[in-house]
């Protein structure tokens, strides 16, 4: 076996323990039968000094497994440390905006296209769509349309 990997895989363990059990073993007298003079890894050997240890391979792999894992807890928790500075930062240089201002400005935006809809698709346009073609219908509620977008882009009052 040439990698670590291939020989993790061989011996059904996690990778990260074939350097803890090189340390381990290092003092055996077939140590230095563990790994040949090309740098691979003698199988045969690593068996035999797993069972002359009495290795459970599976206990070690889920150890090293989650010694993994704690290595990725704590590179995630440096990634939230590092949202953390950049929200505060974007909030510190004003490009970020308070939640409870976004949510006024939606719900003042919200009434403002429901008072055009109400005020002119119901009580204005009716009587005056009665008897037109639908090009002409089309033509009068682009008003409205304009005046909804209008509506959404001038800035909260």
Known sequence: MGSREALAKELGCHPNSIPRWLKQFATDEDAPRLKRANGDYHVPTWRKLLEKYAINIAAAAEQ???????????????????DALRRARARDEGRTYDATAVSTWIATKADQIKQVLTQRLRNELPPKLAGLTAAEIGHRLD????????????PLR
């Open 64 to 82: 090293d497994a989650g010694e993994m894992s704690m290595h990725e807890i704590k590179r995630l928790q440096e990634i939230e440390k590092l």
């Open 143 to 154: 008003a409205v349309i304009n005046e909804i977008i209008n509506a959404m882009r001038a």
